[in-house]
């Protein structure tokens, strides 16, 4: 239940607040006052688009706050936590629940959950939980099979929303396994060529078989064995100057041993020439060493390094075209023969998916049809039902002679909603032919029929609060009266907010409200005051006759709010 809402330059309202409570509210005021103002703060709390426009000229923001009364449990509370938000305690299993939202002259929009910044998103999922909001724009909506079905489905109640719930959970598990096994009968083709593509690809590099690095490697081993003889030139002439073993010329080991020879002789007249000659004999086994390593590496060279070329050669050849197919580099062609094997698998399971698809297709079509039949089943007994209580609602609207008919056909088709397409037929008078309520129903019809639907469902599916806004357009006389006195016992299990030009109406509620206009000369603004005694009775006066001071104004005014009184 909204307490109360407070709004700041929104439109021509400047500043006001709303206060609501419990029961009946009525908010009248003058034309152009400001009353559809209230409804759009009221929109933007249940986080309708903000408009711009609505900002008050000169101001640089509009904004509007909202207090409710709400169950300190729940899925309210649950969602208002989750959003990082919160709610006041007060007692007796309730908790206030705070809601604003601010719209600058920029277009920037922000919105506040219990005390912290939220998505307006949020606003509108509570405002479905808290609100049923009800315009000229939802009678014409009332025409549509969609809205039809759905107030429908509310009046079933519980056991229609459970058995909906259980249909649907099917119903999109069979939808997805359909489109999977269109898409892969479809495409049966080129996924066949792909696994034989893939088999001939993974046949080919196993063939091969590539060893990581080996592309590198036999780039080395070629680059060596291309240039075989220059490294055994060089070599064994290394080896030659080092250690002359096949010619008589001086190497260094001679030079070397002659060196040391030299000093040995003279070094017992100076011990400074003792380390010199012992630095020169190890320096003669390091060259021997050496002279050793290079014996060995011209031994190890290949003696037929050409054939071992064009072996290396040939292999290089057979990796660079396994790279050119499925490269780029050497790593992802043995990738994708560690990776073609899950593929092919799953390629290959084609065939027997789609056999495991069909069935489960052809057994959820079975259940669908089952879970459909229920849904058809509860919603033809629901529709009787509330075909009969709408008819006796309209009866006390001043439509004693007309006959709701709510219909249950069924589509060929199955929909998220079941197979159901459900029309809501009005029949004017005894005899007259039943019709559709988008060709049959004047606007005045449409405002009572809306109304009864409401009433009759609020039995089963009760909803905090209520907003109409200008129901009672297009009825008057005795019909309003009846509008008004069906809020009024709307309000007896729900709160009621009406926008409304008639005292036929406002006379039934238990908390009157009216728009105030004033006016400086160049900037309107409205406020909003709670009426009683004799200043309702003015506002009912101008209601019913244009003027607040009108004694046969007066005297109708009073004789409405006795009548709506004692008829409560």
């Keep these: 239940m909204i307490e109360e809402i407070s709004i700041k330059d929104l439109g021509v309202i400047a500043d006001a607040a709303l206060p609501l ?33 609505a900002v008050r000229l000169g101001s640089p923001q509009a904004w509007v706050e909202g207090r409710w009364r709400v169950r300190d449990t729940g899925d309210i509370v649950d969602r208002v936590r989750d959003a990082g938000g919160d709610v006041d305690p007060l007692g007796t299993g309730s908790a206030e629940l705070v809601l604003s939202r601010s719209v600058s002259a920029e277009g920037r929009s922000r919105a506040v959950v219990g005390g912290r910044s939220a998505p307006v998103s949020v606003l509108t999922e509570l405002g479905e939980q808290l609100v049923v909001v009800h315009g000229q724009s939802d009678q014409v909506r009332l025409r549509s099979a969609v809205a039809q079905r759905e107030a429908l489905d509310r009046y079933a109640g519980a056991a229609l929303a459970t058995a909906l719930e259980s249909y649907q959970h099917v119903f999109y598990r069979w939808n997805e396994n359909r489109a999977q096994l269109e898409e892969l009968v479809a495409d049966q083709d080129r996924r066949a060529r792909e696994a034989e593509d893939l088999r001939l690809a993974m046949a080919e590099i196993e063939t091969v078989a590539p060893q990581p690095g080996e592309d590198d ?33 001086a190497d260094a080991l001679g030079l070397l041993d002659s060196a040391r020879r030299s000093l040995e002789r003279v070094s017992s007249h100076d011990a400074e020439l003792v380390g010199v000659a012992e630095a020169i004999a190890n320096a003669n086994y390091l060259v021997s060493d050496l002279a050793a390593q290079l014996s060995t590496y011209l031994a190890g060279l290949d003696t037929d390094g050409a054939r071992e070329l064009e072996i290396v050669q040939e292999r290089r050849a057979e990796l660079t075209t396994l790279i050119r197919k499925y490269g780029p580099t050497l790593d992802d062609v043995i990738r994708n023969l560690e990776t073609g094997s899950s593929r092919l698998f799953e390629l290959d399971g ?17 259940l669908l049809e089952e879970l459909a039949a229920g849904l058809s089943a509860l919603r033809g007994s629901a529709a009787e039902r509330l075909g009969a209580a709408v008819s006796d609602e309209l009866s006390a609207l001043a439509m004693a002679d007309a006959r709701v008919i709510v219909q249950v056909a069924q589509r060929d088709e199955y929909t998220a909603t079941g197979r159901d397409l459900v029309s809501i037929l009005l029949q004017p008078h005894a005899g007259a032919e039943p019709r559709a309520l988008g060709r049959g ?16 469902i609020a039995g089963s599916d009760p909803v905090p609060t209520f907003i109409f806004d200008e129901i009672d357009a297009g009825v008057g ?18 709160q009621v907010i009406v926008v409304t030009h008639l005292a036929q109406v406002a006379a039934f509620a238990s908390n009157h409200l009216t728009v105030v206009k004033g006016s400086d000369g160049s900037v309107t603004a409205s406020s909003v ?5 004799e200043e309702r009775i003015a506002e009912m006066a101008r209601l019913l006759s244009g003027l607040p ?9 009073r004789e409405l709010i006795e009548m709506a009184s004692s008829s409560v």
């Design 21 to 53: 409570g419990p029961g009946f509210t009525a908010l009248t005021g003058e034309t152009g006052a400001g009353k559809t103002m209230v409804v759009s703060a009221l929109g933007l709390l249940l986080g309708e688009r903000a408009d711009t426009g």
């Design 217 to 249: 490697e036999l780039a080395e081993r070629a680059e060596r064995l291309s240039n075989l003889e220059d490294l055994r030139i060089a070599a064994a002439s290394a080896r030659e100057l080092l250690s002359a073993e096949e010619s008589e010329g």
């Design 350 to 366: 084609d065939s027997e998916r789609i056999d495991q698809l069909r069935n489960e297709v052809d057994d959820d079509r079975v």
């Design 441 to 456: 129903a004047s606007g005045g019809e449409l405002s009572r029929v809306m109304l009864a639907i409401e009433v009759v």
């Design 477 to 494: 006389g005795a019909s309003a009266i009846e509008i008004g006195r069906r809020l009024a016992r709307l309000a007896e299990n729900a």
């Design 529 to 533: 005051r709670q009426l009683g005694g």
């Design 549 to 557: 001071d009108s004694e046969s104004g007066l005297a109708h005014a």
